[in-house]
């Protein structure tokens, strides 16, 4: 894997963590208008609770990508170093 690879990995990240917001967003801007403990406001209060909780872990993925690139520039440097 190189790094023009990445990029697809890179995009897709920030494509989920944006559809993420726009559905968080929604989801609480839809649920302002009902009334609580219905059960039309319970079931977007666990979607909202779905939704914060996968994109929860964009952080622990994108430390993960950035920790994968550096190590691949690393590596590719040092391979240009030798020969």
Same mark, same amino acid.
């Given at each position: 894997?190189?790094?023009?690879?990445?990029?697809? #990995?890179?995009? =897709? !990240?920030?494509?989920?963590?944006?559809?993420? +917001?726009?559905?968080?967003?929604?989801? %609480?801007? @839809?649920? $302002?208008?009902?009334?609580?403990?219905?059960?039309?406001?319970? $079931?977007?209060?666990?979607? !909202? %609770? *779905?939704?914060?909780? +996968? $994109?929860? @872990?964009? %952080?622990?993925?994108?430390?993960?990508? *950035?920790? #994968?690139? =550096?190590?691949?520039?690393?590596?590719? #440097? @040092?391979?240009?170093?030798?020969?």
């Amino acid at each position: 894997m190189n790094l023009e690879d990445m990029k697809g #990995a890179v995009i =897709l !990240l920030g494509l989920v963590a944006l559809i993420g +917001a726009a559905v968080a967003i929604a989801l %609480d801007e @839809f649920q $302002t208008d009902l009334t609580e403990n219905s059960s039309a406001w319970n $079931t977007s209060n666990s979607g !909202l %609770d *779905g939704v914060v909780n +996968a $994109t929860g @872990f964009l %952080d622990t993925i994108g430390t993960i990508v *950035g920790v #994968a690139v =550096l190590i691949g520039v690393v590596i590719l #440097a @040092f391979r240009f170093a030798r020969a």
